[in-house]
Nanobody, 115 residues
Framework: QVQLVESGGGLVQAGGSLRLSCVAS????????MAWFRQALGKQREFVAG????????YYSDSVKGRFTISRDNAKNTVYLQMNSLKPEDTAVYYC????????WGQGTLVTVSS
């Protein structure tokens, strides 16, 4: 069974940056497209950014395009999300998963952006 462990969240002022990491185990990580999702308080979980198994293509939601960058290191079974120019509306719990996602989610990592 896949296990996903997210880290790197925290409190940051608007305009600041954070780098999230997600370590996956339990399946052949490099075979799968991976993605970041987020869920703000009282809202549904939404897609943020995705990356193909090889890392050759990335894709983003319109709300983060140009500010966030997803990457992966298959040797380390890790996917990253570099978040720049953060806004208060980016405040959420961030999760990683395969794309499309499995039904198993990690605990997520909380990102709080203050205005």
């Amino acid at each position: 069974q896949v296990q996903l462990v997210e880290s790197g969240g925290g409190l940051v002022q608007a305009g600041g940056s954070l780098r999230l990491s997600c370590v996956a185990s339990g399946r052949t990580f490099s075979r799968y497209a991976m993605a970041w999702f987020r869920q703000a308080l009282g809202k549904q979980r939404e897609f943020v950014a995705g990356i193909t198994w090889s890392g050759g293509r990335t894709y983003y939601s319109d709300s983060v395009k140009g500010r966030f960058t997803i990457s992966r290191d298959n040797a380390k079974n890790t996917v990253y999300l570099q978040m720049n120019s953060l806004k208060p509306e980016d405040t959420a719990v961030y999760y990683c998963n395969t794309d499309p996602p499995t039904g198993v989610w990690g605990q997520g990592t909380l990102v709080t952006v203050s205005s």
